[in-house]
Every structure is written in C-alpha cells, then in structure tokens.
C-alpha cells in the first residue's frame, strides 16, 4: 500500500521532480502523489506534475478571505484527492495551526538553511548577509511554527568565498534533491515517528 501524498509548489517544482523521478526509479519509495497544489497558476512546478499524469490543483492566495479559509481550502484539495499526508517544496504561503489539526505530524517541508538559523522566506539571502561559514539544508515536520517543527534531517553546505545567493542556492538545491526524496521514503514506509521535539527513526538514519 503505497502513502497517498499531495505536494505542494509555489515555484519551479525542482524538488517536487526528484521525488517524482524518485518514486518512477524505485518501487519501494512507498508514496504516491495523487496532486500537486499551488498557491498560484502557471508555474513550472504545476507543468512538472502535468507532464506526468499528476492531477493539479491551484488554490489562489489572493481569493481566500484570510489564512484559516486558505489553509483549509488546501487541506481540502489535497483530501479530495485521497491524500493523507502534504509535502511542502518550496511551498511560500504559510499554513494556519488548522493543516496541522488536520494532518498531525503528517506534512513535512523543507528549507533551505540549518533551522533554528535564517527561518522564513529569504533563507539562503539571509545566511549570506549574515557570514555563517556554513548553512544548508533542513527538512523538518510542520507544527504550529513557522520554520520550527520536529527536525528530521539536515545537510551541511559550506559557504564559498564570492558566493552570491543564486550560487549558494544552487548549491543548496544539489542536495535538497538528494535529502528531500530519502525523507519522503523513509516517512512514507513509516520509519519516522515523532516524540516532543524529537524524530526516532525505525533502522538506520540517511
Ligand atoms: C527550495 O530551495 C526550498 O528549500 C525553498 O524554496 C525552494 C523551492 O525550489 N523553500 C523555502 O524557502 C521555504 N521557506 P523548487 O520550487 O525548485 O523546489
């Protein structure tokens, strides 16, 4: 039985093709996507479904009267498609505390910077700005936070002399396609559990 997942993309959908290019090449990856969900249309990341058959659906920030009717609109497309759990790539809307009551450590996203540093929208930039040395990349469960739940894996990416945000983010995004998808199997052959603040794996860690 293979765990129904939505995805959801604000954005060129480079991470969501590593896990469709995961799930293709591996018959134990143990998920499916059933849709892909975005905040708005004509994305790459909405062709990037298309063109494999992944039924789409955009649920319009601008049309929702406040973050809870947001939030739930989602969490509806994504139940009407026979999902039980969301997977956040690069998904720029922040959900309500409601996505969480509804799918209780069941969305994952992630990030691109060693969360608890540089939360927020402009993680790459902000590391830059601020001199770290070293930042990377973070996947985590989703709680009533932003940027702040349960972590579940992270990977180190040095910061290079003359790196500028387009090429440290590209090099964050190397390995976000290699972290994102082993995550994405490892939850969905229910290897990951959730105590407090701390993830147990079942087996080995990536
Ligand atoms: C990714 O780097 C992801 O980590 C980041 O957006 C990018 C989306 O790329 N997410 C955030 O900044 C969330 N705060 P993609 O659309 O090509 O997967």
Not at 29 to 52: E, H, K, N
């Amino acid at each position: 039985m293979q765990l129904p997942i939505a995805v959801l993309v604000s954005g060129s959908g480079s991470n969501l093709q590593a896990i469709i290019d995961a799930a293709a090449a591996d018959p134990s990856f143990g998920a499916r996507i059933v849709t892909v969900i975005s905040d708005r249309p004509d994305i790459r990341g909405l062709d990037r479904a298309t063109a494999v058959g992944i039924p789409t659906r955009v649920v319009p920030w601008g049309e929702a009267p406040d973050r809870v009717a947001f939030t739930n609109a989602v969490c509806d497309a994504a139940e009407e498609a026979g999902a039980t759990a969301l997977v956040l790539a690069g998904f720029m809307r922040v959900l309500s505390k409601e996505a969480v009551d509804r799918f209780p450590n069941r969305i994952l996203n992630i990030h691109p910077a060693l969360i608890p540093s540089f939360p927020g929208a402009h993680g790459v930039r902000e590391a830059l700005e601020h001199g770290v040395k070293v930042t990377g990349v973070t996947v985590h469960f989703v709680d009533e936070h932003v940027d702040h739940g349960p972590i579940i894996a992270q990977t180190a990416v040095p910061v290079l002399a003359g790196d500028t945000e387009e090429s440290l983010h590209a090099r964050i995004q190397v390995e976000e396609h290699q972290l994102y998808p082993r995550v994405v199997k490892a939850f969905a052959n229910g290897r990951l559990s959730v105590n407090g603040r701390t993830v147990i794996w079942e087996g080995e860690t990536l």
